[in-house]
Nanobody, 120 residues
Framework: QVQLVESGGGLVQPGESLRLSCAASGSLSSINTMGWFRQAPGKQREFIAYMSSGGNTNYADSVKGRFTISRDVAKNTVYLQMNSLKPEDTAVYYC??????????????WGQGTQVTVSS
């Protein structure tokens, strides 16, 4: 099993920044991706960004140029630096980890979510 613990959410004004963190622990595989999704009230969960264990990244168009994902491999932690926040960024942000297991299958894990509210 894998546990993901997020931190760093909060209330900010438009244009401000926040950094989210997600620490993974448990039965970790070296072949993995870690990333972030978000879900606003009344909407489906949507992809934000991910980074593979090889360092490849991908971002949703809505956050390109404003959000940056990074990883500390030694700490099994992924970060999401969010700049120039907008009210439409308000959502619960979820950490995700997908990893290849010993049997070759892929397992997906989710954090508990952290609230980000952007409001004046």
């Amino acid at each position: 099993q894998v546990q993901l613990v997020e931190s760093g959410g909060g209330l900010v004004q438009p244009g401000e920044s926040l950094r989210l963190s997600c620490a993974a622990s448990g039965s970790l595989s070296s072949i993995n991706t870690m990333g972030w999704f978000r879900q606003a009230p009344g909407k489906q969960r949507e992809f934000i960004a991910y980074m593979s264990s090889g360092g490849n990244t991908n971002y949703a168009d809505s956050v390109k140029g404003r959000f940056t994902i990074s990883r500390d491999v030694a700490k099994n932690t992924v970060y999401l630096q969010m700049n120039s926040l907008k009210p439409e960024d308000t959502a619960v942000y979820y950490c995700h980890r997908g990893q290849e297991e010993l049997d070759g299958g892929v397992q997906h894990y989710w954090g508990q979510g952290t609230q980000v509210t952007v409001s004046s």
